[in-house]
């Protein structure tokens, strides 16, 4: 049987593979959660430094820029990756599997990283644009608001941009196309805490008691209806209760009960009305079996809105490089992506790249089966470097 054509990519940037590769593996190997990227982050400014780049450190903790200045040109763009694993114990059986136990990369930043440091090799050697480049090195992508943290910290003062970019791979998806969708392409993402109060007492004798379970399981199934009776038909809302805790022992009717739900929308009127119907659900249904209900509602990660001059920039550059063939069709995606706080203060777009179908993708993101894809890697390092030298055309 013929061995599988590689994927596209320019060919002095697909000379370096086998290193960009290694380095992937070693991040992989090495994982590192939320605000402890300390090594992958030393590691990304030594190369950055070695290829050229001025290296800024610290922003949102371990976050790391590099910036290139070639010619006279004003323009300034940003390229963003991130680098944050996740608290979970893989079991991909991969030679380059995570070596430190309840912890690994899950989502793929580690290929996200070596491809937007394979890009940045590649435009420091080369230098064939005009203006100001940074790349961005996020931490803290999973939950933590790293992009948020690394703007209250000053970057877009520090590092201004006309545009920032952002990329992520994605399992079931042909590896090495490309997919972006204009406008809302991600959901907010929002965690809301119920507790619902009540009078614990014996089980024998719940009359002597006010039972928080019972009024906290009405409240789970009155949340049911917020989507299909408030949210318009059209529109996109997500009400998922992902946690019930109670007591624990059978005889004993606990004092309180905790509902812990995600929320997701694609608009923010509706993310509006999902925060104020889950707070009066919650408070009517525990009256009505004589408890009390508090809800702690933590907005966390807003819609992810690709701007449309971007969004065609970014299809185009992909259309002139790989003709029509290297774009897919795509819907937006009901999770979550802490880059869309970037994309709220810098007109931008961010981008999926294919990590293949089946055996090839392997498992989806947030598995402990995951990989990401090597073979993508060089694709999705052309695509950077194809975006810049395009964005930042010299005269």
């Known amino acids: 049987m013929n061995a599988p054509l590689p994927l596209p990519a320019l060919d002095e940037v697909r000379a370096h593979e086998a290193e960009m590769i290694a380095i992937r593996h070693r991040i992989h190997e090495n994982p590192e959660l939320a605000y402890q990227e300390n090594a992958t982050a030393d590691l990304v400014a030594e190369c950055l430094q070695r290829w050229g780049y001025e290296v800024h ?57 070596a491809m937007l440091l394979s890009a940045a090799r590649h435009l420091a050697a080369t230098q064939r644009f005009d203006g100001i480049l940074h790349v961005v090195f996020q931490p803290a992508e999973e ?30 998806l042909p590896a090495g ?13 929002d965690t809301a805490i119920i507790k619902v109060r009540g009078r614990g007492g014996h089980g024998a004798m719940p009359q002597h008691s006010t039972d928080c379970v019972v009024a906290a399981s009405s409240v789970v199934m009155a949340l049911q209806t917020i989507v299909s009776r408030n949210v318009p038909p059209l529109q996109v809302g997500i009400v998922t209760v992902g946690a019930f805790l109670a007591g624990d022992a059978p005889n004993v009717i606990p004092g309180e009960a905790e509902l812990r739900l995600t929320v997701r929308a694609f608009h923010p009127d509706v993310r509006d009305l999902l925060q104020r119907r889950i707070t009066e659900i919650a408070q009517a249904q525990a009256a009505v079996h004589g408890c009390t209900a508090e809800v702690d509602y933590q907005r966390r990660y807003p819609m992810l809105h690709n701007h449309p001059k971007e969004t065609a920039f970014c299809t185009q550059v992909v259309r002139d490089w790989l003709g029509e063939d290297g774009l897919l069709p795509t819907e937006p995606v009901t999770g979550s992506e802490d880059f869309a706080f970037f994309l709220e203060k810098v007109p931008g777009c961010y981008v999926f790249i294919g990590n293949g179908v089946g055996a090839e993708g392997g498992c989806m993101v947030h598995n402990p089966g995951y990989d990401f894809n090597d073979a993508c890697l060089s694709t999705g390092a052309s695509y950077w470097v194809k975006l810049a030298e395009t964005y930042l055309k010299s005269a």
């Open 177 to 189: 196309k490309f997919a972006a969708v204009p406008g809302f392409a991600l959901a907010s993402s």
């Open 143 to 172: 939950g933590q608001g790293g992009a948020r943290q690394m703007l209250e910290d000053g970057f877009l003062d520090l590092f201004p941009c006309e545009a920032m970019f952002g990329m992520h791979n994605a399992p079931g």
């Open 57 to 113: 450190r610290g922003l949102g903790v371990t976050g790391v820029v590099g910036t290139l200045k070639v010619g006279t040109g004003t323009r300034r763009i940003g390229l963003r990756a991130d680098m944050d694993a996740l608290p979970i114990k893989e079991d991909s059986g991969k030679p380059w599997a995570s070596k430190v136990f309840g912890k690994m990369h899950a989502c793929g930043h580690d290929g996200h990283t």
